[in-house]
């Protein structure tokens, strides 16, 4: 399953080398699993759903947040924004498409607290 043109990775692949420290080992099969990363976030789906075809999903679930943590995805979208791609409409997202999750209907949550009879009746005005 292709997600990227042969021209678009090869754009992405130069520019994850300018972004990238260069240390460690080789990566073992980068662009299917940079492709599987591109892939959950444009349909939304959990790593687990990932098609096989892009090998295991926890291998592309830990590209996305190490590259996350070390700053290699902001670094990569701004060097791709120096050399004008991507459009700003590619990068925007629609919020109405998101779900929340069911417990954020909008109710407060927790327990409410009450007042016992005995403080209220103690503080309550008393009558003259």
């Known amino acids: 399953m292709a997600v990227l043109s042969d021209a678009e990775w090869l754009a992405l692949s ?3 080398a300018e972004v990238r420290s260069g240390t460690g080992r080789p990566f073992v099969d980068e662009r299917s699993t940079v492709e599987a990363v591109v892939w ?8 687990r759903a990932l ?3 892009f090998g295991p ?3 592309a679930a830990q590209l996305h947040h190490r590259w996350s943590r070390m700053g290699i995805w902001g670094r990569l ?4 924004r120096e050399k004008g791609r991507p459009d700003l409409a590619e990068v925007l997202m629609d ?3 998101i779900r929340a999750h069911q417990k954020a209907a909008g109710a407060k949550g927790g327990a409410t607290c009450m ?3 005995a403080r209220a009746a103690a503080t309550a005005p008393k009558p003259a």
């Open 95 to 97: 919020a109405t498409s």
């Open 77 to 80: 979208l701004g060097l791709l």
């Open 57 to 59: 999903w926890w291998r």
């Open 14 to 16: 130069s520019a994850l």
């Open 51 to 53: 098609p096989a075809e």
């Open 40 to 47: 959950r976030l444009r349909n939304g789906a959990r790593w």
């Open 115 to 117: 007042r016992s009879a």
